[in-house]
């Protein structure tokens, strides 16, 4: 794939940054941060992705129909997710990382279709999808276990690790022009 215009390296470079804010902030202030908006910074954050993940898709080239239309339905089911928390940001707690944990295993299992159909991304990126699409995964399944002991605490150190790397990926990419 060729670099990327001028423009889509700008948002790249805005997103991470606000990525990097955001789950530093989560980090830093896990209560803080969950008692007063969580599910609202996260909607709109799931929400933008989600239509990040459309767009970047459509306008992507040399991209294989199935991992368009995977990473299209991802999308769409970030941006629902996103909806949802906009909607009732004080869900049940319980119910909160349930749904929490349901959208970082979404995110777990779409990194790691990422990294296994990207043949057009470098080594090091795919190896990098791997990675947190297993760390993600491996989350999930003691927060859904456990959404009142351990859940609120992984999933907010999940969804700040996350974010940070998300735009520290984003950076990179923003700042090299090199999707692939």
Do not use: C, H
Request: hydrophobic share 65%; net charge neutral.
């Amino acid at each position: 794939m060729p670099d990327q215009p001028p423009w889509l390296r700008i948002l790249d470079i805005i997103l991470g940054v606000i990525a990097i804010v955001f789950g530093a902030l989560l980090f830093i202030l896990p209560s803080f941060i969950i008692a007063y908006g969580i599910g609202f910074i996260l909607g709109i954050g799931l929400i933008i992705l989600g239509l990040w993940q459309i767009i970047k898709i459509l306008i992507a080239q040399d991209i294989e129909m199935n991992a368009r239309i995977i990473s299209i339905i991802i999308g769409i089911m970030m941006i629902i997710f996103g909806g949802l928390f906009i909607v009732a940001p004080t869900f049940f707690p319980t119910i909160l990382v349930l749904l929490l944990s349901g959208a970082i295993l979404i995110v777990g299992i779409f990194l790691l279709v990422q990294g296994a159909m990207g043949k057009e991304m470098k080594q090091w990126i795919r190896i990098l999808y791997f990675l947190f699409g297993i760390i993600a995964i491996g989350i999930t399944i003691p927060a859904f276990v456990f959404p009142m002991t351990w859940g609120l605490d992984l999933v907010s150190i999940a969804v700040s690790i996350a974010l940070v790397f998300f735009g520290a990926l984003r950076l990179i990419v923003g700042i090299t022009g090199d999707y692939t």
